[in-house]
């Protein structure tokens, strides 16, 4: 209470006196005293001492990397340093060599040094001590790390190599790197810093400015360094660091590697880097790039890059490998024990091992097949980038004419060649302003394909390259595909590798048949084969990782070619030679995927004449998502929620949600959201088109205010485009209850934020419409939580889950779209919901006192029934909210167009006891009729809307006995209930049973001025 602190304790543990410091910072000072003591002891040996202190800092291994995991240990390290100072350097150079190897030797220390114990190493590597080779890569060494390392004396004069590959450095961390190793002249021979964040600056994008930097640990063991694996694009980059680095390789004539790859290299970091190869003519190997090597006139059969996507060598005993522990997703680190069977049928036993102490084994599995076990990776990830493949290409120019005579292959696999962190395109963000275009876009965020073209035009000299592998997941663009597969013709190339796939350019120029590419390709490998298959009459390639443009440059070529009759499984000559008399176009039966799809939609442009499209079952959910997205690059083994695939190559692109777990792959962020490529589609065929069908084309799974966007850019061109339109089916798309996973849900209401539930005003701000959005969220919370109980019988869950159903929202997109469809003049009928069809002409040419709001619907047989099966009961049409909606906005419509002649009276005798009313949209959707009304009768509810508003009436009164009187018993009672009860006890029945339904409909109400 007073603020002391014992400094020892006096326990009894088992029958013997213990004593233990209260804070363990005593410890660790009086431990290093000691040690020191033991150092300073004439009467003891120095070497001795060191020996039993680095058993004991090491334990149980024995290796270096024991300590720098010890916290304890650590902290008696430092300050026996301090301790010692400079005076007494010589015990702490003892104590390195005996922890750290001999004076003079390598220093290896790759996955052990990170921020946090960067002044431990610091503490062994006084400056009394020499050290030639240096290696600390794989550990998280940050701007804070290489502060306390590079202080005076860390750079020695006998460095040669030094190793920080797979670390945090930034542009700040390499300038004070390079400043100290100047400083130092240090004759250093190679230069190691790949895989950081040399050109990824301190600044943030507008907008992005909460982002933080992401890394992801190596290996399955939970004592595993981290290392990076990707980044977020919201950083400005930052080119001082490659500037340091260009100083220091010029000003050091001994230096003969310098590897700066995997750095977020921009193309303008390539081009300062390339001054190398003229400036400093010492270097050998810049960038992986064996400079020396082309400079020279002999032989140079094959420019290798990356990793052999082709090696297919066997496993054998001892190998380090990773394998999939009991078959699940994730690859762990291992080592082969054991190898059995035929070749080619080979059985392996593993031991699965610690990734910081091979020796300890953690698991061990017998017969595992090699689809399940894969060659353990080599350090961190080395891709040369967009600035890297700029110095490739500046060096091939400078290649003498031995290389150029004698090059045959060039492989590059995994090299992100058009990745450029400067090119900055971002996804739109909530509160960004709209103007008069609502329509979405592609993002071209990181992909710069200037490089690869100046690659193309360097190899241009030389002619015996046979062979070019650019495999990829990272895609160059379309027009780069072109441009390799023109190249591939001219040059006579014998294989091309695009995305997933080693293409034969000489079989696919031949090959006048059916051709099928298998593998994965992206927009660059569906561009070449469409340019290199030039006379085959069917094409069938992948198409799940290509976006809108890339899709629409396929068909380009397809159609450029009369020969090609069929994309995928399409008919293109049922569109080039049909289309121009063809008046109905049924394709519900196809179930279109997302990539045909949108090439239907392209092909729509040949049918002039189009009367009625059908496109139900088709994959038409919108790529919009509700939250703000941030660009990710290098996002590995990611689930895209916008085509529900899995993309499990190493190098991509993804837009990763802020909030929740959804993301998008670089195919979807970079195209244009398939409802606006439906809405052009659409536009452009409005002076025929009369008939619209798209049933469930999951058009409702999101809300949010960014999945809005593309909904109303569809209702403008309902609106205004769609002129002889009669008649629209959007029914199966669940617009009343949209999907929103559960982890939108949590994070949303989790992200604070008081809500608030009443109806918006007109001018609302972005402040009110973000907590009316959280307010919702809040509902989804609640009905999600809602459906996943599973704790009750069957009947029990199905009525939780529909009654959370109905208390979800509309879906965000759904009011504009309903608009759009409202104001249409042309139509007759529009269905929203499975049961009902709204008569849009009835509605809009009403001419009694009243309009009967049950009498607009149209009742309508369930799909896959036909005139032989016994009717089937439909529901009430309000039972939805998106029929109450879209009433509601066709009703304003058609009184807004005939001011003083539509009835100002409305009746609904089944909406009072529905759930529409219940719900926040329902309530505002009604009550948004009331200017336009002066009585509307709700079911047995009737309200004088006029006398209210002239203050005629002065009393309003709500029987409870009315309202439960109209109430149907049938609702709540059941039937074989009601025949085993006498007649007094069915009665008490009925009277308790129509009191609580009374209770559960009743209605909320909200009048103004009254």
């Not at 894969?374 to 400078?398: S, T, V």
């Not at 993002?443 to 710069?448: A, D, F, L």
């Not at 091309?496 to 099928?516: H, K, S």
């Not at 419509?893 to 005939?898: E, H, K």
């Amino acid at each position: 209470q007073r603020g002391r602190l014992p400094l020892l304790a006096w326990f009894t543990a088992r029958g013997d006196d213990r004593y233990r410091f209260a804070h363990l910072t005593f410890q660790e000072f009086l431990t290093a005293e000691r040690v020191l003591g033991d150092f300073d002891d004439d009467a003891a040996d120095a070497a001795d001492v060191a020996k039993r202190v680095a058993r004991l800092c090491t334990r149980p291994a024995g290796r270096p990397s024991a300590l720098f995991e010890r916290g304890w240990w650590q902290q008696v390290v430092q300050m026996f340093g301090d301790l010692a100072g400079p005076a007494k350097s010589r015990h702490v150079v003892k104590l390195a060599d005996a922890i750290l190897g001999e004076e003079g030797a390598e220093v290896d220390l790759a996955g052990c040094v990170g921020d946090r114990n960067a002044m431990t190493l610091a503490a062994l590597l006084p400056e009394g001590r020499d050290v030639v080779r240096f290696r600390a890569a794989d550990g998280g060494l940050g701007e804070a790390g290489c502060g306390a390392l590079v202080r005076p004396g860390f750079a020695r004069a006998c460095l040669r190599r030094l190793d920080l590959s797979g670390n945090l450095l930034d542009g700040a961390a390499t300038v004070a790197l390079c400043d100290a190793l100047t400083a130092a002249r240090c004759p250093l021979e190679a230069l190691d810093l790949a895989a950081n964040r040399l050109c990824v600056g301190p600044g943030k994008r507008p907008g992005f400015e909460t982002e933080t930097f992401h890394s992801r640990k190596r290996g399955g063991s939970a004592t595993s360094k981290l290392y990076l694996d990707y980044m977020y694009a919201a950083w400005v980059p930052d080119l001082s660091g490659v500037d340091a680095l260009c100083d220091l390789a010029a000003a050091t004539p001994t230096l003969a590697t310098l590897d700066a790859r995997s750095n977020a290299l921009t193309e303008e970091a390539g081009r300062r880097l390339s001054l190398l190869l003229d400036a400093a003519p010492h270097i050998r190997t810049l960038c992986g790039v064996r400079v020396a090597s082309l400079r020279r006139a002999d032989m140079f059969r094959e420019l290798a890059l990356g990793p052999d996507l082709d090696a297919s060598r066997p496993l054998r005993v001892g190998d380090r490998v990773e394998a999939r522990f009991r078959g699940r997703r994730r690859f762990y680190p291992a080592i082969i024990t054991a190898v059995r069977g035929p070749a080619g049928d080979e059985l392996y036993d593993v031991d699965y091992v610690d990734e910081s102490d091979d020796d300890r084994v953690v698991q061990r599995e017998q017969n595992r097949e090699r689809r399940m076990v894969r060659p353990a990776a080599a350090g961190p990830p080395r891709r040369l980038e967009a600035g890297g493949c700029l110095i490739l290409a500046e060096a091939l120019k400078r290649a003498g004419s031995g290389a150029k005579e004698t090059l045959t292959a060039v492989r590059l696999p995994r090299q992100a060649l058009a990745f450029d962190l400067s090119h900055w395109d971002p996804p739109p963000q909530p509160g960004d302003a709209l103007g008069g275009d609502r329509q979405s876009r592609a993002h071209e965020t990181g992909v710069n394909a200037r490089p690869l073209r100046a690659l193309l035009d360097a190899l241009a000299a030389f002619p015996r390259v046979e062979v070019v592998d650019v495999r990829d997941s990272l895609d160059p663009g379309a027009a780069a595909g072109e441009a390799l597969a023109d190249c591939a013709v001219e040059r006579n190339w014998t294989a091309l590798g695009l995305g997933g796939c080693l293409l034969d350019p000489r079989a696919l120029l031949r090959d006048d048949g059916d051709v099928r590419v298998r593998g994965q390709l992206k927009d660059a490998g569906v561009a070449a084969v469409a340019r290199l298959a030039a006379a085959a009459r069917s094409l069938r390639v992948s198409t799940t990782a290509v976006s809108s443009g890339g899709l629409a440059r396929l068909l380009d070529l397809a159609e450029a070619r009369p020969g090609l009759q069929r994309v995928n499984g399409l008919d293109l000559d049922e569109f080039r030679v049909r289309g121009p008399e063809l008046r109905v176009l049924d394709l519900s039966g196809a179930r279109l995927d997302r990539a045909s799809t949108r090439m239907v939609l392209k092909l729509l442009d040949h049918c002039v004449v189009l009367d009625a499209l059908d496109l139900s079952n088709a994959d038409l959910m919108p790529s919009a998502h509700p939250h703000p997205m941030t660009p990710e690059l290098f996002g590995s083994g990611h689930l895209c929620n916008a085509c529900a695939s899995h993309h499990v190559l190493s190098v991509d692109l993804n837009l990763a949600c802020q909030v929740c777990d959804n993301d998008m792959c670089g195919a979807a962020w970079r195209s244009n959201d398939i409802v606006d490529d439906l809405a052009d589609a659409l536009a452009r065929r409005g002076a025929t088109l009369k008939r619209l069908t798209l049933r469930s084309c999951c058009f409702g799974v999101m809300d949010g205010p960014i999945a809005a966007r593309p909904f109303e850019h569809l209702g403008d061109v309902l609106r205004d485009d769609l002129v002889v339109l009669e008649h629209c089916d959007l029914s199966g798309n669940e617009w009343s209850a949209p999907r929103l996973t559960r982890w939108c849900a949590e994070s949303l209401t989790d992200a604070g934020g008081d809500a608030s539930s009443g109806a918006p005003d007109d001018d609302e701000d972005e402040a009110a419409a973000e907590a009316r959005w959280r307010h919702h969220a809040q509902q989804w919370r609640s009905a999600v939580e809602a459906d996943s109980e599973s704790d009750g019988d069957d009947a029990a869950e199905r009525q939780r889950a529909n009654y959370s159903r109905t208390r979800i929202p509309l879906a965000a997109g759904f009011p504009a779209l309903a608009a759009g469809l409202a104001r249409r003049p042309s139509l007759l009928t529009v269905a929203v919901s499975d049961r009902r069809v709204l008569d849009c002409a009835r509605l809009r040419t009403a001419a009694a006192d009243a309009v009967d709001a049950d009498a607009c619907f149209l009742a309508r047989p369930p799909p896959g029934r036909t005139d032989g099966d016994p009717p089937v009961p439909a529901p009430e049409a309000f039972e939805e909210v998106a029929n109450v909606h879209l009433f509601c906005e066709a009703f304003k419509t058609a009184a807004a167009a005939r001011p003083g002649a539509y009835p100002r009276r409305l009746r609904c005798a089944s909406l009072a006891r529905l759930p529409a009313l219940c719900q926040t949209a329902g309530q505002a959707a009604v009550l948004s009729l009331f200017p336009d009304l002066d009585r509307v009768q709700l079911g047995p509810l009737a309200l004088d809307l006029d006398g209210l508003r002239s203050g005629r009436t002065t009393q309003l009164v709500i029987s409870a006995e009315r309202l439960a009187d109209a109430l149907p018993v049938r609702d709540v009672v059941a039937p074989d209930r009601l025949e085993r009860a006498d007649a007094e006890a069915a009665e008490a029945l009925r009277q308790d049973a129509a009191r609580q339904a009374a209770a559960r409909h009743a209605i909320r109400l909200q009048t103004r001025g009254c």
